[in-house]
């Protein structure tokens, strides 16, 4: 497990946030010694992201699926198993599928539509690790909308610039690969997507614990702009230099990552059955 640690090599600092003052704790990007390591560590973290999910109450039947790459083998991803509720996945039954959709680890089926969209976005950037997707009541109803998040808060201000929305494909279940392949192709530079009449998809070029994080900030920032328009009072907006300013300093993928490791302590102390 990646843990806070005491006396923390300051070196370079990848973020404002990282302590300039040694000794003190602070989580640290682990650092791998073998692939098979780095593996475990890729499976365990979505597994938790799964548990996070559940948490969050972000299940709707079978639908939502996140995915990994794999650390040795790029053209591979692991991904939660069909029809296993968020709330018990866990390492081991996690499934490993390739870009044309077959299982090649793990006893469970892979959902379709995960499928069509991850491995499409995956196939298409090769530099994206993670990608989360799911059916969650304030994303679809903000989705229906088919508008973008405005910088009206600082929350909202870390997506600003930084997320798209889709209209391709918009309401119509993704079960076809060349759906998956329009979606895609909206993923270059952005983190995140709010696929119209859909739902939110988010991605990371660092991991799942970002990709993760993204989205359950992305789902809290749909509720709370559906509450802001429901006021009927006018928003004021973060002026653009200001929310530039914002999603470069608690925005980025190290962010990201770092919003997450509380959400990892918690579930690992909550529900150590995850790592089984």
């Given at each position: ?41 890729r499976q ?24 990994v790459r ?120 952005v983190k ?85």
């Amino acid at each position: 497990m990646n843990k806070a640690v005491e006396g923390v090599n300051l070196g370079k600092r990848e973020s404002i946030y990282q302590p300039e003052q040694e000794g003190l704790v602070f989580p640290e990007i682990p650092r791998f010694a073998t692939v098979a390591e780095e593996r475990r560590h890729r499976q365990e973290r979505l597994a938790a992201a799964c548990r996070a999910f559940a948490v969050h109450g972000l299940d709707y039947g079978f639908a939502g699926h996140l995915t990994v790459r794999d650390p040795e083998h790029p053209e591979l991803y692991w991904t939660n198993p069909m029809a296993v509720h968020f709330s018990q996945v866990k390492v081991s039954n996690l499934i490993c599928a390739d870009h044309s959709g077959k299982v090649v680890e793990g006893r469970h089926a892979i959902n379709r539509a995960g499928f069509v969209l991850h491995a499409a976005v995956h196939q298409m950037h090769r530099d994206i690790v993670a990608m989360c997707h799911a059916h969650t009541v304030y994303g679809v109803a903000y989705a229906a909308l088919g508008k973008p998040i405005p910088p009206v808060t600082q929350d909202a201000a870390v997506f600003f610039e930084d997320h798209v929305v889709i209209a391709d494909e918009g309401g119509k279940v993704a079960v076809e690969e060349d759906a998956g392949h329009k979606v895609a192709a909206a993923f270059k530079g952005v983190k995140a997507a709010i696929h119209q009449n859909h739902g939110l998809l988010t991605c990371s070029r660092h991991s799942i614990d970002a990709a993760a994080f993204w989205f359950i900030a992305l789902e809290r920032l749909c509720h709370q702009q559906l509450m802001i328009d429901a006021s009927g009072v006018p928003p004021k907006p973060v002026p653009a230099e200001k929310a530039r300013y914002s999603r470069e300093h608690v925005g980025n993928e190290f962010i990201g990552w770092l919003h997450f490791q509380p959400m990892w302590e918690q579930l690992v102390q909550a529900q150590p059955d995850l790592l089984d």
